[in-house]
């Protein structure tokens, strides 16, 4: 199903970025299965988050992956962890997630437009 048409201005209060995964540890407390990532995201620091990935990708796999999120949500109480970005993903048919990217390497923190 189509989501209702947003404006510009809604899409630039959407704050996405750059960030390279810099450490991943398994999240035993998360409802779903689950990674707990640190990112850096450059300038604004290292972010923390809860990404249920775990169908497609191993820790081995996401450690240097450069990802996009979203820095710019409220921080989300997931059991006794606190998780402070969005990492973006594609949802497959069985609902496994595969990570957004940049094609090139870019630096961390930059802006997606």
């Known amino acids: 199903m189509i989501k209702p048409e947003i404006s510009w ?3 630039e209060k959407i704050d996405l970025r750059t960030g ?28 923390k988050s809860s990404a249920q990935i ?10 240097g992956k450069q990802i996009i999120a ?3 949500f409220p921080k989300k109480q997931i059991a006794n962890f606190f998780s402070e ?3 973006l993903g594609v949802y497959g048919d069985n609902k ?3 990570v957004l990217t940049s094609t090139l390497p870019v630096k961390n923190g930059l ?3």
Do not use: H, R
Request: aromatic content about 10%; charged content about 20%; proline content about 4%.
């Open 9 to 11: 201005t809604d899409f």
């Open 20 to 47: 390279t995964i810099v450490s991943v540890s398994d999240f035993p407390g998360a409802k779903n299965p689950a990674y707990q990532l640190e990112i850096d995201f450059g300038n604004l620091g290292i972010k």
């Open 54 to 63: 775990t169908e497609l990708y191993t820790k081995e796999d996401l450690l």
């Open 70 to 72: 979203v820095v710019n």
């Open 85 to 87: 970005c969005l990492v």
């Open 96 to 98: 496994e997630v595969t």
């Open 111 to 113: 802006q997606i437009g």
